[in-house]
């Protein structure tokens, strides 16, 4: 399936971002929730792909905020009837390569302890536990991770 960088503001993207914060927003209390909206989402610092089924339907979604020092993932998401076919490892592989395009050499993600398979994802693609970077303070419902590329 094709990824691409896209706008995050269309109707199909922004049903997967509901879906995301459906599944997470019950998970954890409100100050524990780190999503970034859809302004923050299309700032020109944000590189926003979406994963496309053969229809041409959004099933996968996420995004990397170039920060300064770092990259910050952001609204990783695939569509539970699409999972297993190994979406979410070639998404975050595609924003990896375009932040390394852009020089980018570390990336770093915040996430709820209790995403099992999004915590596996990320350990699997390299990333280790680390405690909390830029503005996030410490917070029991926050894994941190990142990784070191080249």
């Known amino acids: ?3 691409i960088l896209e706008a995050p503001g269309q109707p199909d993207v922004l049903a997967l971002i509901e879906a995301l914060d459906a599944y997470q927003k019950p998970l954890y209390p409100a100050e524990s929730h780190h999503g970034i909206d ?9 590189l926003f792909a979406v994963v496309r089924d053969d229809t041409g339907r959004a099933v996968g979604c996420g995004g990397i905020a170039l920060e300064r020092d770092y990259g910050e993932l952001k609204r990783m998401f695939v569509d539970p009837q699409q999972r297993g076919k190994g979406l979410a490892k070639a998404l ?9 395009q852009r020089g980018c050499r570390l990336f770093t993600l915040e996430t709820g ?8 994802l990320y350990a699997r693609a390299g990333y280790e536990r680390c ?14 991770m990142r990784k070191a590329v080249g």
Not at 113 to 120: C, F, K, M
């Open 1 to 3: 399936m094709p990824i």
């Open 38 to 46: 859809l302004n923050a989402l299309s700032q020109p610092n944000v």
């Open 92 to 100: 975050l592989a595609f924003l990896e390569a375009e932040a390394m």
């Open 113 to 120: 302890y209790l995403q099992d398979d999004a915590l596996g």
């Open 131 to 144: 405690g909390p970077f830029g503005d996030y303070a410490e917070d029991p419902n926050s894994v941190f």
